[in-house]
């Protein structure tokens, strides 16, 4: 069974940073792009970032360009987004997601970040 | 960047009704585009990927369309499991872009 199991959400103050995981479990995980998708609550999706499956491409959003860095380590099959600097608009449920191209369509159930003082 | 422009925003139908949803690109994206569900509380859910194959396991009454820079998701018959919102994502280039999203309520 596949599973993805965010982890590391929470109440950070603005300017704050945060270190959000995701272990992957039940497919090739070095075979594949992941990605981070986030949600702010009653609103719409919004990509955030994607890392190809070497670790070696990264692709982010203008929205966090600069300030939130995705990585990967294949040998603990696990992703990571570094979030620093943040502000008040990155509250939102952060998931985790490998989707895009062919049929794989993989999603954890997402963390919430909330940015507040 | 390429922008998604998805319509409409919400829509109310009854169970048996057929629905259209339209995501139309700002530029040509080929056919790399998928179409997902999202119930509340829930991840979202892809049921079709490269603009129209049918993602293993969803109902055949879905079925999306298109290439290039206009593409269609539809619900042949719509049933009560299918309210949700629905989103396409393109993903021919980065960044990626959503549609805004489409809420299918009960009428």
């Known amino acids: 069974e596949v599973q993805l199991l965010e982890s590391g959400g929470g109440l950070v103050q603005p300017g704050g940073s945060l270190r959000l995981s995701c272990a992957a479990s039940?497919?090739?995980?070095?075979?594949?792009?992941m990605s981070w998708v986030r949600q702010v609550p009653g609103k719409g999706l919004e990509w955030v970032s994607t890392?190809?499956?070497?670790?070696?491409?990264?692709y982010y959003a203008d929205s966090v360009m600069g300030r939130l860095t995705i990585s990967r380590d294949n040998s603990k099959n696990t992703l990571y987004l570094q979030m620093n600097s943040l502000r008040a608009e990155d509250t939102a449920v952060y998931y985790c997601?490998?989707?895009?191209?062919?049929?794989?369509?993989?999603w954890g159930q997402g963390t919430l970040v909330t940015v507040s003082s | 960047d390429i922008q998604m422009t998805q319509s409409p925003s919400s829509l109310s139908a009854s169970v048996g009704d057929r629905v259209t949803i339209t995501c139309r690109a700002s530029?040509?994206?080929?056919?790399?585009l998928g179409w997902y569900q999202q119930k509340p509380g829930k991840a979202p859910k892809r049921l079709i990927y490269a603009a129209s194959s049918l993602q293993s396991g969803v109902p055949s009454r879905f079925s999306g369309s298109g290439s290039g820079t206009e593409f269609t998701l539809t619900i042949s018959s719509l049933q009560a499991e299918d309210f949700a919102t629905y989103y396409c994502?393109?993903?021919?280039?980065?960044?990626?872009?959503f549609g805004q999203g489409t809420k299918v309520e009960i009428k």
């Open positions: 530029q040509g994206i080929r056919n790399d």
């Open positions: 997601a490998c989707t895009g191209f062919g049929e794989i369509d993989y």
């Open positions: 039940g497919f090739t995980f070095s075979g594949h792009a």
């Open positions: 994502l393109q993903h021919n280039r980065y960044p990626r872009a």
């Open positions: 890392v190809s499956d070497s670790g070696t491409g990264t």
